[in-house]
């Protein structure tokens, strides 16, 4: 029996002007579960991503979270509710260590002058290890000196470490190498397989179905499908992308 989601959406809207961005999209998340979100350029994948951080609040529809009603009108809120996101850039700090990027705003204080550093350090360690991470030689490397995939494990142990209950990641695979994405991969099944739920992005057809047990496609800013990635193909997803029926046409009547 599936879980109840922790993250359930219902006819969520976006307008920016005269566009709509999003139009009455459902949209869940369920607890050990990786929920892979695809779609063409303009889709509206990153709307309805940045409505969940609370980036862009949803003009209409609602949010649902562990089974309550509520209001998301920051990334403050979201973070609040356990829901973590991994942008593609990262959004880590090359002139810093891995201890300090992974404690960025959230450092343990020992005194009003000083930081409890052993205390940042070893909860670093310990959440690196619990996620198997076992390609950073040291968590007193300089962020500059890791590699793609390395920038990429810090960044997601940074979002998980923080009590997170629904981590989102954003294009994890872009731009590595091969050896780098299989690890990528396997992290995200790891995060998965610790309870968590997650939603993944990406344009990349075989990481989706590598990883992935559902995907929702977006097609001009509405949900046009939801498939069990073991019960569907590659073509039937791109067909979805591409073709899948939509209510309305937007700046068409």
Do not use: C
């Amino acid at each position: 029996m599936a879980e109840a989601p922790i993250l359930q959406l219902t006819g969520v809207s976006k307008h920016f002007g005269a566009v709509q961005a999003l139009r009455e999209v459902d949209f869940h998340a369920e607890p050990g579960t990786v929920m892979a979100l695809v779609g063409d350029n303009g889709a509206g994948k990153s709307t309805l991503i940045k409505g969940i951080a609370g980036i862009y609040p949803f003009d209409e529809g609602e949010i649902a979270f562990e089974g309550k009603k509520v209001n998301i009108h920051g990334p403050k809120d979201a973070a609040d509710l356990g829901i973590e996101i991994v942008y593609q850039d990262l959004a880590l700090a090359d002139n810093l260590d891995v201890v300090a990027n992974m404690f960025l705003g959230r450092e343990y204080i020992q005194s009003p002058w000083r930081l409890d550093e052993p205390a940042m350090e070893k909860a670093a360690i310990e959440t690196l290890d619990s996620l198997s991470v076992t390609t950073v030689r040291s968590v007193r490397q300089k962020v500059a000196e890791l590699s793609g995939g390395q920038r990429q494990a810090i960044a997601v142990a940074k979002a998980v470490m923080w009590n997170s209950k629904l981590v989102i990641l954003d294009e994890p695979t872009a731009a590595l190498g091969v050896a780098q994405t299989r690890q990528v991969l396997d992290l995200v099944r790891r995060l998965a397989d610790k309870g968590l739920a997650v939603i993944i992005i990406s344009h990349n057809m075989h990481d989706i179905f590598e990883v992935s047990d559902k995907i929702t496609v977006l097609r001009l800013g509405q949900n046009v499908a939801e498939l069990v990635a073991a019960e569907t193909t590659q073509q039937e997803v791109v067909h979805a992308i591409t073709a899948g029926k939509v209510v309305t046409v937007p700046g068409m009547q």
